[in-house]
């Protein structure tokens, strides 16, 4: 696993201090399976993700003639042109709002979501290598709901950093 802190690592480590070994592998195989479920095998297909959060106005609508870019709980950082990187080995996919959407098996209960991106990657990466470049990135974190529906989360602020630098 790695060593920037998540809900799901968190809950891992606190129960495994009061359970035994076969609960303690069960339940690290289903906090894996749980991010694993419902994402599209092939990178080039469009993702279609279901938000726990239904808000009248989500990026990619249009308000008058003018695109949303950002939406409630995204963070919005000028890249002036610079590049994002992955934060972990995995694979960007595009959704229905032409996001591009990161998912990484090191962190499996959790998408990130990066708009504003232009020339984006799709498929798989590796830790550092480029995910495409933006005037502005508009960030947001998402998490697995036991309903299959996905919760716009607080980001952290590690994964930022190697969103933002190459690692």
């Not at 303690?24 to 993702?47: F, H, K, V, W, Y």
């Not at 990619?60 to 709980?73: E, N, P």
């Not at 919005?76 to 229905?96: C, H, M, R, W």
């Not at 830790?127 to 502005?136: A, N, P, R």
Request: aromatic fraction near 8%; include cysteine.
């Amino acid at each position: 696993m790695s060593d920037i802190p998540l809900v799901s690592v968190t809950n891992f480590v606190t129960a495994r201090s009061r359970i035994g070994l076969a609960q303690q592998t069960g339940l690290l195989l289903a906090l894996l399976m749980l991010g694993a479920c419902d994402r599209p095998s092939n990178p080039t297909e469009t993702i279609n993700l279901k938000l726990y959060q239904n808000w009248q106005l989500q990026p990619g609508d249009k308000i008058a003639g003018y695109l949303v870019v950002a939406g409630l709980g995204d963070i919005s950082i000028e890249l002036n042109g610079k590049s994002v990187y992955a934060p972990f080995n995995g694979q960007t996919q595009q959704d229905q709002r032409n996001c591009l959407i990161f998912s990484s098996p090191d962190v499996p209960a959790y998408l990130f979501r990066l708009c504003g991106i232009s020339n984006p990657r799709f498929g798989n990466s590796q830790q550092g290598d480029s995910l495409g470049t933006g005037t502005v990135l508009h960030f947001a974190t998402l998490r697995k709901q036991p309903d299959g529906t996905w919760a716009i989360v607080e980001p952290s602020k590690p994964v930022m950093e190697r969103i933002l630098t190459k690692s």
